[in-house]
Structure formats: structure tokens, C-alpha cells
């Protein structure tokens, strides 16, 4: 029998441990250890942004990429739109 998970205060309870929303997506979605060299004054100015958001560096980085994913996903989309069109009028 599965425990009820109840939502208070932005924590979610899942038997005995409370974790938060993101938390919970973090247990569907697991990170994997990578190893990255980055220069030192782009690790500097993230733990800077990061620090002023109130993030933790890997977090912000993390945030960025996902970003830059679904920019890029965006930016195909619409070529791909753009092309049809183009397709559509010379055709």
C-alpha cells in the first residue's frame, strides 16, 4: 500500500521524508556526475549570479543549459515553420 503524499507549506511528504516539489522532480530525473573544465572567471561570475539569486552555482549553471535547450528547440521550430511557408509560396 502506497503512503499518501500531502502537500504543506511548499513540502510534500512522502512517508516519513518531506521533500519539496524540486526535490521530487530531482528523484524522477537523477543527476549523473559529469566532469567539465570551465575557465575560472565563468565559474566566478556564476557563483556571483548565483549567490545573488540566491542559488547555488551547479544550480544556476544547470538552469542555463536547460534554457539553452529549449532555446534552440524554439529557434528550430521556427525555421522549420519559416520554411514551409517559404515551400508553400514558391511551390
Known amino acids: 500500500m502506497k503512503a499518501k503524499n500531502k502537500l504543506k507549506?511548499?513540502?510534500i511528504r512522502y512517508g516519513k521524508v518531506e521533500m519539496t516539489?524540486?526535490?521530487r522532480q530531482e528523484a524522477e530525473n537523477?543527476?549523473?556526475r559529469t566532469t567539465i573544465f570551465l575557465e575560472a572567471d565563468?565559474?566566478?561570475a556564476y557563483k556571483k549570479m548565483a549567490s545573488k539569486r540566491g542559488l547555488?552555482?551547479?544550480?544556476?549553471i544547470r538552469e542555463?543549459?536547460?534554457n539553452g535547450l529549449d532555446e534552440a528547440t524554439d529557434v528550430e521550430s521556427r525555421l522549420r515553420r519559416l520554411?514551409?511557408?517559404i515551400l508553400k509560396r514558391t511551390g
Not at 56 to 60: A, E, F, H, S
Open 83 to 85: 520554411e514551409e511557408k
Open 42 to 44: 565563468l565559474i566566478r
Open 30 to 32: 537523477p543527476k549523473l
Open 21 to 23: 516539489e524540486e526535490e
Open 9 to 11: 507549506d511548499g513540502v
Open 56 to 60: 547555488k552555482y551547479q544550480q544556476l
Open 64 to 66: 542555463k543549459l536547460r
